[in-house]
């Protein structure tokens, strides 16, 4: 049994390397095309990586579409309760959640709001969910810039109440190289 401390760790640290690696890899090969095959691709990496040993001996679970109080969270990394999972219907037996990705996987004409709306909803969720909790956004953003015109997504003001708890992760075509870019920022 591994302590909650390097269980948040580990995943956390498995997460960015999805991100960086298996997700960039796979968008460069044309794998993914939208959000849901983004989703499926950082569900099954995420448990690739993880591997079910880890997953069964620390009783976490990967779900997608997973609700906290009537709103819907991309994928969740999520502790249960074993005992309880053999007699009641899964959902009721998460006694924890590890980490909230949000997914958007939007091409250059989508509105700024739509990437603008899930930033929001991450933030929300730190109020709901417990202190230890990690969030993360991964956007694919199929526009070009030049480099000095990137921006990230998170606020100076919102960078606040994010403050050790919210990786940004994202992607967009960067007009010198002609190429993705693949960046994370933890704030």
């Known amino acids: 049994m591994f302590c909650d401390s390097y269980v948040t ?17 796979e968008y460069k090969k044309s794998f993914l095309l939208k959000e849901d095959t983004l989703k499926n691709s950082f569900y099954f990496n995420l448990r690739r990586r993880l591997g079910d040993d ?6 976490l679970r990967i779900f997608t579409e997973y609700f906290i109080d009537g709103e819907r969270i991309d994928l969740a990394v999520v502790k249960i309760d074993p005992i309880k999972a053999q007699n009641d219907y899964l959902g009721n037996c998460v006694t924890k959640v590890i980490s909230v ?3 958007k996987y939007k091409g250059k004409y989508a509105r700024e709001a739509l990437f603008d709306a899930d930033v929001n909803k991450v933030l929300s969720y730190m109020d709901k969910l417990d202190g230890d ?21 998170v ?3 919102q960078k606040k109440k994010a403050k050790g708890k919210l990786t940004e992760m994202f992607s967009y075509g960067e007009i010198e190289s002609n190429d993705m870019i693949w960046h994370l920022i933890e704030h």
């Open 101 to 103: 990705i949000e997914m």
């Open 54 to 59: 880890f997953l069964e001996e620390s009783n």
């Open 133 to 153: 909790t990690m969030f993360y956004i991964a956007f694919i953003r199929e526009i070009y810039f030049n480099s000095d015109e990137v921006t990230n997504w």
């Open 9 to 25: 760790q580990f995943v956390h640290s498995t997460i960015k390397k999805v991100w960086l690696e298996d997700i960039h890899r």
């Open 155 to 157: 606020t100076d003001e």
